[in-house]
């Protein structure tokens, strides 16, 4: 079992800089994949980055390459998102997902365990 609980949302400006953490506890978190992905309003939620559990390999969608960066501190129990040149369209909550003994997973049905989710808003 592992709980998950996301942090460092807030309102920001077009092109500012925001870091996400995803911390967790419980179960071993060096054995799990982790993920983000966001939701916007009215969306469904979308894949944006995933690190495997050696934090050797990570996996972006296209529309934040160059731009956000997923990391994870294994002593720390904490994956972070960095997120620079912030975008309107980035607007959405952002979830953390945990998927056991996974390399890279991008879909929603291949992580057992979710975050309550941050919200991000960056305006015009």
């Known amino acids: 079992q592992v709980h998950l609980e996301e942090s460092g949302g807030r309102l920001v400006q077009a092109g500012d800089s925001l870091r996400l953490s995803c911390a967790a506890s419980?179960?071993?978190?060096?054995?799990?994949?982790v993920g983000w992905f966001r939701q916007a309003l009215g969306k469904e939620r979308e894949f944006v980055a995933s690190i495997d559990w050696s934090g050797g390999g990570t996996y972006y969608t296209d529309s934040v390459k160059g731009r956000f960066t997923i990391s994870r501190d294994i002593g720390k129990n904490t994956v972070f998102l960095q997120m620079n040149s912030l975008k309107p369209e980035d607007t959405a909550v952002y979830y953390c997902?945990?998927?056991?003994?996974?390399?890279?997973?991008?879909?929603?049905?291949?992580?057992?365990?979710w975050g309550q989710g941050t919200q991000v808003t960056v305006s015009s």
């Open positions: 997902a945990a998927a056991y003994q996974k390399t890279i997973a991008v879909r929603t049905f291949e992580y057992e365990y």
């Open positions: 419980g179960s071993t978190f060096s054995n799990y994949a």
